[in-house]
């Protein structure tokens, strides 16, 4: 493991992976990054507290909050430290910044002033739920949350409908409910899918299932941090989808709200047939 002194102290953003559940699932580079960084920006400043005492490590540089609603004016101050040689090290309450967390924009500024970025690689929320969904996970990607509006969630799903890697969610407990039942009528009520709940904490829960008896189950109300993951679509087979089918999927994109053209070339490229195909197929129901 590296010591304090063999750390050095110039310009460097530092952006450290924090325990999801377990304090013990921290990587033992924590402490010492943070005994070593001159400031620490943290989502939460007394949760970070909370983690340097339960891993019994003193935090001598300046602590500055760095959550959502402060981040678009704290981050120059950060850079200027940057600039000024000091090494800040970035936490959020749990997993890697810039994950569905703060960070992203002082990486971005980071980035843009030539400052060395580097990381703390740590627990991440994404991957333990990948590898304890069941589902495949040679290819997938990370949707974060999904709109709270009905109608620009059903537009992303509806976007997400022919993806055929394994998607993975973040969602607050009040609105999974919502958010499957609209998954299942997007996706399909027969669509595999795992909630992770409370991963790594003592009460962790993997429910693995259909959306639509996921979305019943869930109906009643679930706590906890969330994460869902979700079976991509199955590849179409182009010979076995006649026009009304192609109009049918132009017709439930445009009434999720994609402009005709854009709906047309959706379809086309999901089930795997040229453009003027679908275009054909919805212009001939029309005139039907």
């Known amino acids: ?27 033992a580079r924590l402490a010492v990054e943070l005994g070593a960084a001159q400031v620490v920006a943290a989502e ?15 935090v001598p540089g300046r602590v500055v909050s760095y959550f959502e609603g402060n981040e678009a004016g704290r981050t120059p101050e950060l850079v200027q430290a ?5 090494r800040v090290l970035l936490v959020t309450d749990a997993g890697m910044p810039s994950v569905s967390d703060p960070g992203y924009r002082l990486v971005e500024a980071a980035v843009a002033e030539g400052i060395r970025v580097t990381a703390v690689p740590g627990p991440s929320a994404v991957l333990t739920a990948l590898a ?5 996970v040679d290819r997938f990607c990370f949707e974060g949350f999904l709109p709270r509006k009905a109608g620009e969630r059903a537009r992303r799903l509806s976007d997400l409908a022919a993806e055929p ?3 993975v969610f973040f969602e607050a407990p009040h609105r999974l409910a919502e958010s499957l039942a609209a998954m299942a009528e997007a996706l399909g009520n027969e669509r595999r899918a795992a909630v992770c709940r409370e991963l790594t904490k003592t009460y962790e829960e993997v429910r693995r299932d259909t959306l639509a008896n996921l979305a019943e ?39 999720a709200g994609q402009p005709r053209k854009e709906a047309i070339a959706a379809v086309a490229a999901e089930v795997g047939v040229p453009k003027r195909v679908v275009f054909d197929a919805v212009v001939a129901a029309k005139k039907a």
């Open 1 to 27: 493991m590296e010591h304090e002194q063999d750390i050095p102290v110039s310009g460097v953003l530092v952006l450290a992976g924090t325990p999801i559940g377990d304090v013990t699932d921290a990587p």
């Open 44 to 58: 939460d400043t007394r949760r970070l507290r909370r983690l340097a005492g339960a891993l019994g490590v003193d």
């Open 82 to 86: 940057l600039r000024d040689g000091k």
């Open 132 to 136: 304890l969904s069941g589902l495949p």
């Open 165 to 167: 890697r394994t998607m």
């Open 217 to 255: 189950w869930a109906k009643p109300g679930v706590r906890g941090e969330i994460t869902v993951v979700v079976t991509g679509a199955p590849p179409a087979d182009p010979s076995e989808i006649g026009p009304d089918e192609l109009v049918t999927r132009v017709a439930g994109r445009e009434a």
